[in-house]
């Protein structure tokens, strides 16, 4: 009986959650330390200290310098983000937060630079070019200006739009129709190294549209190259197709409201999603998710890593004519979902995570379906890997092809698979592990060449890990007891207690109506998503909704190379890098 | 009720017989409003002949729908997942999926519409030749689901016309299939007349 | 595939070299068709074993926590369970509940006149039936809910409340679980009302913090 309750007996005991109290990270006094040392080595900063990494408050005038000062002093080589935070009623009402990533020292930064309205910010782009789709977004949701940015446009309303959806005075069902007459004519801008070249060519250059509605873009991106003869001379992407409005919709949802929207950011491994989200709020809530829960957690996890490569590899050799493989991998992710439907109630988006454990416990049965899961999954790898791996056709189409380098796949902020088939084994599980991935013993792949035969090659084994993975946690067996924490401020009580205790009644009503109440404060929490490091960054004024939610999505950044990766290739070439970049439209656009 | 299981030692999957689309456990208790017989169109004023050669076309439309996958987002992975290996559509005839929209005459609107890809759609829509069918699949493309928000279109129908709508977030492959089931019965009684 | 420990827990995985017989395509080919052919043959004998499910004929189960359309439980004299809280609706993320509450004349207990659920707005995340105090609304394993006009996809009390004794087999999404019952026996209607019934048994000792009246 103990393995199946849902709650634990021990009662809560600790205090009530008084609102509008301040976030004290639990690492607060390390993250100060690093900070004082960080800043006594920079310039120009001011610390912010109580946070949970080091901050620094900026002047705008000297933001590019700092960036510059971290970059190549400090090693913060990974741009990971760049976003705006809204505070109307400051006078300087908008926070531009930068956090920076350094692989070498395993460290995070995080810097603010206060603007007022109609200030601008001087372009990051010198330092960091993979902030260039990042400075568009705070432009287009905010309206900073960035000064010296080269193509300063909305990047994901579209071209009628009127106003900045992310201010907080905006109302956020305010819609604006676009019409055909509104699209805006994208004409690529030539890549300077075939500038020169076309009065000596034989062809007229064309320009050519690919998508949104084209089968290799999988519904909802847009390319626009030039060609010379058949070689990509120029190209240039539209995103924005599939702009749900996650952010502003978490800012009118209470904290366990958000979660079903967290699903649908990377629909192809929505638990992740799931489990980034919610560690992000029990963070901030300073609560520890039962071991059983975590353990849940972790094999779901690594199944929908699994799933996710599955779809990435089987629609890519789709779009490059290998249609059997799509049936191969899709057969057991199809089995896979019966497993995740058994345990959660849906199939593909399954909202199963709670804050502070998961919704229900997982069915008797579960350990002996992941085992039967865990054996014939390797079969259709290996099955595909006959089909493909040494097939020369197959290595000719993408061998070689949508190569990027190993600096600039990191001065894009590529994390994640693309990373680490360009040789960078930054792997968030084992430089920062969470839900106690440190006691599994597994490889983190990398390979050389950063092409599409690379990324190929490293999801396949990343698979071939995950299965290692949880393969040692079913013989580790289901650690015994509650699965969501019992502390009537973050989880429902049980359903026994709430039917007959009014205690319990009051504190169900309590957390339906009036919701989860973090502490005031902001934090970072990051997973390694299916494409890379999956980012969530909260800040809360204490109230039930948060105040500002923003995901750092892992394509956004590695979409923005698309472009250079393929200028001088052919159009089936762009095809093949296109699709093993795992492009998620509902995650790139978020 | 009894359910006759049908094992399969491969799968972790349960299955059990059925008979029909609808039925089940589940029927006699839990019907839709208006699931039930419905009164088909009155064909009052044609002919023998003509009433015939209507059967025979509306016969051939229903049999062979082939669908263009309007796919944006969580949908279309669940659309992928009926046409593979599974679930098995090509028994109804609507397994050439096209991707070309002159060459399809159903269209499966499986995701998000945002009002960036409104005009696509309605282009789209606009380019399938007659007669056209239009399943809505989903929550956000029937009715903007959860997002209440300022970039997304509160269901396709404020753009184009649509004859099935399938509830779900995502439905799952067997509910969209129920969906074209049912498309396929009301094309075949004539009560969906285009074209 | 060659792979090589580069670092401890890092792995390289190198391409192999092309071979000769790699090189010139046809063998490459065959082998890829040996493949697909064993799977062919493998199918053609082991028909049983196929993955497919042929929906309609035969359908997949789904498990007892399956997310479909929701039902209106009933109390055994036929009454809904709902006494109107609203509890379903706040927590509702699509805001697709719209409930208008009345008052039952006799018993001064709150009821639905009206309960209405958008199912083309529902995202089916079960959060309904986990804000319900009252085991009114469950969720069923009902996936097959094609629609045809945006209108009928309003569904109201008279599409939602199931009678009394209906059957725990199609039930999906609910409070309570056959495998979490003490007794190993199905949850479903009726089980919750008997979990909240039970302390308040006569032999209970009456609680003295509670105004019963002069």
């Known amino acids: ?590 | 009720m009894p359910v006759q299981n049908v094992d399969n030692p491969n799968s972790i999957i349960p299955r059990k017989s059925a008979t029909a689309p609808g039925e089940g456990a589940e029927k006699g208790l839990i019907t839709l409003p208006g699931e039930s017989e419905r009164e088909v169109e009155g064909i009052g004023g044609a002919t023998y002949l003509t009433t015939k050669l209507d059967q025979v076309v509306n016969w051939a439309r229903g049999n062979s729908l082939w669908p263009l996958p309007f796919g944006t987002a969580c949908c279309a992975i669940e659309f992928m997942s009926m046409v593979s290996s599974h679930y098995d559509i090509a028994r109804f005839g609507a397994e050439v999926v096209r991707f070309s929209p002159r060459q399809a005459d159903l269209m499966i609107v499986a995701g998000t519409i945002v009002d960036k890809i409104a005009p696509v759609l309605k282009k789209i829509y606009e380019q399938m030749p007659e007669p056209k069918y239009v399943i809505a699949m989903g929550a956000c493309a029937t009715s903007g689901g959860f997002y209440r928000a300022y970039h997304v279109v509160q269901g396709i129908d404020e753009i184009i016309p649509v004859d099935i709508w399938v509830p779900g977030c995502p439905p799952t492959p067997d509910g969209l299939m129920y969906g074209i089931l049912k498309l396929k019965e009301k094309i075949e009684r004539g009560e969906i007349r285009r074209g | 595939m060659p792979i090589t420990r580069v670092a401890p827990g890092v792995v390289k995985v190198v391409p192999d070299k092309m071979t000769l017989s790699q090189r010139t395509y046809l063998p490459q080919v065959i082998g890829g068709m040996l493949v697909t052919i064993r799977h062919l043959v493998k199918n053609l004998f082991n028909m049983k074993k196929l993955p497919i499910i042929s929906y309609p004929e035969v359908k997949r189960v789904y498990s007892e926590r399956f997310r479909g359309r929701h039902i209106l439980t009933s109390r055994e004299d036929g009454t809904t369970r709902c006494v109107a809280c609203y509890m379903c609706s706040t927590a509702c993320p699509a805001e697709c509940i719209t409930i208008e509450a009345g008052e039952d004349q006799r018993t001064r207990e709150k009821f639905p006149v009206r309960y209405d659920i958008d199912l083309l707005r529902c995202v089916f995340c079960g959060y309904c039936v986990d804000a319900c105090p009252e085991d009114a609304i469950y969720m069923t394993r009902d996936y097959e809910m094609a629609i045809d006009t945006r209108a009928r996809a309003v569904v109201g009390l008279r599409d939602l409340v199931v009678p009394p004794n209906f059957p725990v087999e199609p039930m999906g999404w609910r409070p309570y679980y056959g495998a979490m019952d003490k007794n190993g026996t199905a949850g479903g209607t009726g089980r919750g009302q008997e979990l909240r019934s039970a302390p308040y048994a006569d032999d209970a000792p009456p609680n003295p913090d509670v105004y019963r009246g002069a």
Not at chain 1, 470 to 487: E, F, K, M, S, Y
């Open chain 1, 1 to 590: 009986m103990s393995t199946l309750t849902k709650y634990s007996d021990i009662p809560y005991t600790g205090p009530a959650p008084t609102n509008r109290e301040p976030y004290v990270p639990a690492d607060a006094e390390k993250m100060n330390a690093r900070g004082a040392e960080i800043a006594s080595r920079i310039s120009g900063v001011t610390q912010e200290t109580g946070q949970d990494l080091p901050t620094f408050v900026v002047d705008k005038e000297r933001i590019v310098d700092v960036l510059r000062a971290l970059k190549h002093d400090l090693k913060f080589t990974l741009p990971l983000d760049c976003f705006g935070v809204d505070y109307p009623r400051r006078e300087q009402r908008f926070d531009i937060v930068y956090q920076l990533y350094s692989i070498e020292n395993n460290e995070r930064v995080r810097l603010k630079v206060r603007v007022g309205e109609g200030e601008s910010v001087p372009s990051s782009l010198p330092v960091y070019q993979g902030l260039n789709w990042f400075e568009r977004e705070v432009f287009d949701m905010f309206g900073v200006k960035f000064d010296g940015h080269p193509n300063l446009r909305r990047i994901l309303t579209h071209e009628n739009f009127q106003g900045h959806p992310l201010r907080k005075d905006y109302d956020p069902a305010q819609r604006w129709l676009l019409t055909e007459e509104g699209v805006a004519k994208i004409i690529p801008q030539i890549d300077p190294r075939f500038a020169q070249e076309e009065a000596e060519s034989d062809f007229e250059r064309v320009t050519l549209n690919l998508g949104p509605s084209h089968p290799a873009t999988h519904g909802t991106l847009r390319i626009v190259v030039t060609l010379d003869g058949e070689t990509i001379v120029g190209a240039d992407t539209e995103i924005g197709y599939l702009h749900r409005c996650f952010e502003k919709m978490s800012e009118t949802h209470t904290y366990q409201q958000v979660i079903p929207f967290t699903d649908r950011l990377n629909y192809c491994s929505a638990i992740i999603n799931n489990v980034g989200y919610c560690m992000t709020v029990e963070k901030m809530l300073g609560i520890q998710s039962p071991a059983r829960a975590d353990y849940v957690r972790l094999i779901l996890s690594e199944l929908m890593r699994i799933g996710d490569h599955l779809i990435c590899i089987g629609t890519n050799l789709v779009d490059m004519g290998a249609l059997t493989n799509f049936w191969y991998l899709f057969q057991p992710r199809e089995e896979m979902y019966g497993l995740i439907e058994a345990c959660c109630g849906a199939r593909l988006l399954p909202s199963y995570l709670r804050i502070g454990g998961l919704a229900v416990d997982v069915p008797p049965n579960f350990l002996q379906m992941t085992q039967k899961l865990v054996d014939s999954i390797p079969r259709f790898l290996d099955d595909v890997d006959k089909l493909v791996r040494t097939n020369r056709i197959f290595r000719d189409r993408v061998e070689g092809i949508g190569p990027i380098s190993a600096e600039d796949a990191l001065d894009f902020g590529f994390t994640g698979p693309c990373l680490r088939a360009c040789g960078i084994p930054y792997d968030v599980r084992k430089a920062n592990p969470y839900l106690g991935y440190e006691t599994y013993d597994f490889d983190v792949p990398i390979a050389d060449g950063g092409d599409t035969y690379a990324r190929y090659l490293v999801r396949m084994e990343e698979m071939r890990q995950s299965l290692r993975i949880i393969q040692q946690a079913i013989d580790r067996g289901l650690p015994t007891g509650p699965v969501i924490v019992d502390n009537p401020y973050v989880a429902l009580p049980p359903k026994s207690k709430v039917y007959n205790e009014m205690e319990s009644l009051i504190y169900h009503f309590k957390l339906i109506m009036h919701g989860i109440q973090p502490p005031v404060g902001e934090t970072y929490f990051q997973v390694e998503g299916g494409n890379g490091e999956l980012g969530f960054y909260i800040v809360s004024d204490g109230t039930k909704n948060p105040y500002r939610v923003r995901v750092r999505p892992p394509c956004f950044a590695i979409y923005q190379a698309f472009t250079k990766m393929i200028t001088g290739q052919t159009i089936p070439d762009a095809i093949a890098a296109l699709g093993s970049l795992n492009i998620i439209a509902g995650e790139l656009d978020h």
